[in-house]
């Protein structure tokens, strides 16, 4: 092999390159991957085809280095930037996520919806990968992510094969606060879920919404109750949001003495409802949580929460990402477990439980008559 056959071998592959294999000019290779409305089905499958033969991966538009990158990772999100910024769970997460980007010189984006599309965001985002957080994978975002042939994590998601992944055990770390409030002496329990995606005629729970009402009808199960048992409310992540629900559970009868809230920013807004209502937790009310932020150890009482490991999730996700870029490996998956950290703001209730499993009401006893002489 000549030095000039060895430079070509080792040169990136244009998008002239992919015109001259498809038979087609370098404007309908653009139109393939940017737009594909402007050209035929055929052609772009031509275009796509010839593409894979030279593995060829279509640069950020105008941003890209000598070398073909950017430098820059991407996180796709599946909210815009001031809502996800709500949620500490976020900045624990971008912690992780930032430090590897520090390692390797590398930036990062945030990449909300772009005009309501997260197609659109994928197409236009100037990124060497992605990092998607919290996505069905049936969604439009993935196949146009394997169409443009960019590497990405998911993390929070069903991952088909061959997709590298992380999650969390959330079906235990479910199961495990249940279970609790139940050894606990709970039975008059109510969920507060995050509320499911409502951009499909029949909204679903997403995938670690699944799994964590999967845990906690494991718990139930386990003494004889069922989901029919308890009352579940659907809310958005929110503070405030969990704050309103909480109202609104505890105005109903008979009220609930244990609260599992799938998220510990709605935690806090359930406390705040409650000490507003002038109820005592968990006296009155147990609380639990989800995902233990740092709060969780300075609320009034600490919160009795699942541990999640947010900022090693992450980093884990930054790392795998890393190495599908440099093409090392395309299909890690890692699950990380969870653990039950008691506090404060779980104790058994007021009222005692019967062996049956029914609340057994505190009755005052009468003052002890006197008997009466027999003399």
Aim: glycine content about 6%.
């Amino acid at each position: 092999m000549t030095a000039k056959d060895a430079h070509a071998a080792r040169r990136r592959p244009t998008s002239r390159d992919v015109a001259a294999a498809a038979g087609v000019s370098r404007s309908a290779v653009s139109f393939a991957f940017n737009d594909p409305t402007r050209v035929s089905t055929a052609t772009r499958e031509r275009i796509l085809a010839a593409a894979r033969e030279l593995k060829y991966t279509p640069p950020p538009s105008g941003r890209t280095l000598r070398n073909g990158r950017t430098q820059s990772l991407g996180v796709l999100l599946p909210h815009d930037i001031p809502k996800v910024m709500e949620n500490p769970y976020y900045a624990r997460f971008l912690m992780g996520l930032g430090q590897v980007c520090t390692r390797e010189g590398m930036s990062l984006q945030l990449i909300p919806p772009l005009g309501d599309s997260l197609v659109k965001a994928v197409r236009h985002a100037a990124v060497d990968g992605f990092v998607v957080c919290g996505l069905d994978t049936d969604r439009g975002e993935i196949a146009e992510l394997t169409r443009r042939a960019l590497p990405y994590v998911l993390v929070d998601s069903d991952a088909p094969e061959g997709a590298p992944s992380v999650d969390i055990d959330d079906r235990d770390g479910a199961r495990d606060v249940t279970q609790h409030l139940l050894e606990l002496g709970h039975r008059r329990i109510a969920v507060l879920s995050v509320e499911p995606r409502s951009d499909r005629p029949a909204p679903t729970y997403r995938d670690p919404l699944v799994r964590r009402i999967a845990g906690i009808e494991d718990a139930l199960a386990a003494v004889g109750l069922s989901r029919r048992d308890i009352t579940v409310a659907e809310v958005p992540c929110t503070r405030m949001d969990g704050y309103r629900a909480t109202q609104a559970i505890m105005a109903t009868r008979p009220r609930p003495t244990a609260l599992v809230v799938l998220a510990d920013l709605m935690a806090f807004g359930a406390i705040d409802a409650l000490h507003d209502l002038g109820l005592d937790v968990p006296g009155d009310v147990s609380v639990t949580g989800f995902d233990d932020l740092p709060e969780a150890q300075w609320t009034r009482p600490r919160l009795t929460t699942v541990r999640q490991p947010i900022v090693a999730k992450g980093r884990i996700a930054g790392d795998f990402l890393i190495s599908a870029i440099r093409g090392e490996d395309q299909h890690q998956h890692q699950l990380l477990q969870t653990v039950l950290i008691t506090r404060e703001s779980s104790k058994p209730p007021a009222e005692p439980v019967t062996p049956d499993g029914r609340y057994q009401p505190s009755v005052p006893q009468s003052p002890a008559r006197p008997v009466p002489s027999r003399t």
